[in-house]
């Protein structure tokens, strides 16, 4: 267990909090209260621990079905980040392989009070960034075959759907976050925004929400199915029998977890396949919701819906054990949850699109949906399209 206390917060010059989610009319006036890291060798269960944490410090989230309000003094809410491993620890799943980034923890619980006044503006970035070349942990061939792996275990009835995600690392001089924070502008980006501590920093361009809470009713936004940004490219997606098996067959896996968590007979699609756009790419969208059952704490909610379906696969145990034996490196803080909880409003977002900090390397994860109608080559250029953007604007600066 690790808690770190926010040091001279009083004294130091306030950032201004970017965590996807924070309440707008807030982000000037936050600051941090109190903080909780955890990971894997500190033992436990995350959610237990984070729910236990954010009580501890003025959160009570173990009813999201009793009605709360957001008060403009005090606590504010918190950050909630967790990893595609601390999803998988939290129902007993396959963990899969070392991250590639250990400085990062596996959980954080980052709590925020109001400041009398609001923050300063931002500095502008500091010079001297630097990005040298992105290192593949697999090559295209090694990716290709981890799709025809994926095949033959739909061939063998294993699995139905398969998530296979590749990562990168390059090195990098300067201050990292002033980089991470222009991600949030790339068009599309719901859940852009940043969380940083002691030597690491996460910064998120995600469109896809993972499950949202609001006015009594569990939200989940799952995304399948990609196309280039063109008119050819929109009609060939709304057309594509594949994509939309694939769409559909997660779309179900969503239902049955957001029933686990609801009141009997609530789950409902909203909408069904939704062409909507991130940056150039075309991508297919459905909104899942169902009512919040009473008494269902945060814990349980993040059992249900960790790790994301979408990213995953069916069925999703099935699933998590193909991709710890497949992929060669863990997911890091991809393919996991960032977004703020609070009184009366959840919010968080899955780490697609999403790039990690350590010490000195950045690391982005890509990947896609595998079916038994998949190409290994065109998965791979998918991999590569959805991480494409991001790498860009890194190397801005």
């Given at each position: 267990m690790r808690k770190n206390g926010p040091t001279g917060v009083e004294t130091l010059p306030r950032p201004l909090i970017d965590v996807p989610g924070a309440p707008p009319s807030c982000r000037g006036l936050l600051v941090e209260r109190a903080r909780y890291e955890w990971r894997p060798a500190d033992g436990g269960d995350p959610a237990t621990l984070a729910e236990q944490f954010l009580a501890a410090h003025g959160l009570d989230l173990t009813d999201l079905a009793r009605p709360a309000t957001h008060k403009p003094t005090g606590v504010c809410g918190a950050a909630l980040y967790v990893s595609a491993a601390a999803g998988a620890r939290m129902i007993g799943a396959a963990a899969g392989a070392a991250t590639p980034a250990p400085a990062l923890p596996?959980?954080?619980?980052?709590?925020?009070?109001?400041?009398?006044?609001?923050?300063?503006?931002?500095?502008a970035a500091r010079p001297g960034w630097w990005l040298g070349d992105w290192r593949e942990s697999w090559t295209p061939r090694q990716h290709a075959d981890a799709v025809t792996a994926v095949r033959n275990a739909i061939a063998r009835g294993d699995?139905?759907?398969?998530n296979v995600v590749g990562h990168a690392a390059a090195r990098y001089l300067g201050d990292p976050r002033p980089a991470l924070s222009r991600l949030g502008a790339l068009p599309g980006?719901?859940?852009?925004?940043?969380?940083?501590?002691?030597?690491?920093?996460?910064?998120?361009?995600?469109?896809?929400?993972?499950?949202?809470?609001?006015?009594?009713?569990?939200?989940?936004?799952?995304?399948?199915?990609t196309r280039p940004a063109t008119a050819a490219g929109r009609r060939e997606l709304l057309a594509s029998a594949k994509e939309r098996a694939e769409h559909v067959m997660i779309v179900d896996l969503e239902r049955n977890d957001l029933a686990r968590v609801a009141r009997t007979g609530s789950v409902r699609v909203d909408e069904?396949?939704?062409?909507?756009?991130?940056?150039?790419?075309?991508?297919?969208?459905?909104?899942?919701?169902?009512?919040?059952?009473?008494?269902?704490?945060?814990?349980?909610?993040?059992?249900?819906?960790?790790p994301g379906g979408s990213?995953?696969?069916?069925?999703?145990?099935?699933?998590?054990?193909?991709?710890?034996?497949?992929e060669p490196v863990g997911r890091g803080a991809s393919m996991g949850a960032l977004g703020w909880v609070g009184p009366g409003r959840l919010d968080l977002g899955l780490t697609i699109r999403t790039v990690a900090a350590d010490a000195d390397r950045l690391h982005v994860w890509a990947g896609g949906g595998i079916t038994w109608d998949?190409?290994?080559d065109a998965e791979v250029a998918e991999a590569a399209a959805k991480a494409a953007p991001v790498r860009a604007l890194l190397a801005t600066g």
């Open positions: 596996d959980l954080a619980v980052v709590v925020y009070g109001h400041h009398p006044s609001p923050t300063a503006p931002a500095r699995v139905y759907q398969v980006a719901r859940y852009g925004g940043t969380l940083h501590g002691a030597g690491w920093a996460i910064g998120c361009a995600s469109p896809e929400t993972l499950v949202e809470v609001t006015d009594g009713r569990l939200i989940t936004r799952p995304i399948k199915g069904l396949f939704a062409v909507r756009r991130w940056c150039d790419l075309w991508q297919a969208e459905s909104t899942v919701s169902a009512a919040v059952a009473d008494g269902l704490g945060l814990a349980d909610l993040l059992r249900a819906t960790c990213v995953t696969g069916a069925p999703k145990f099935a699933a998590l054990a193909e991709i710890a034996a497949l998949s190409d290994p």
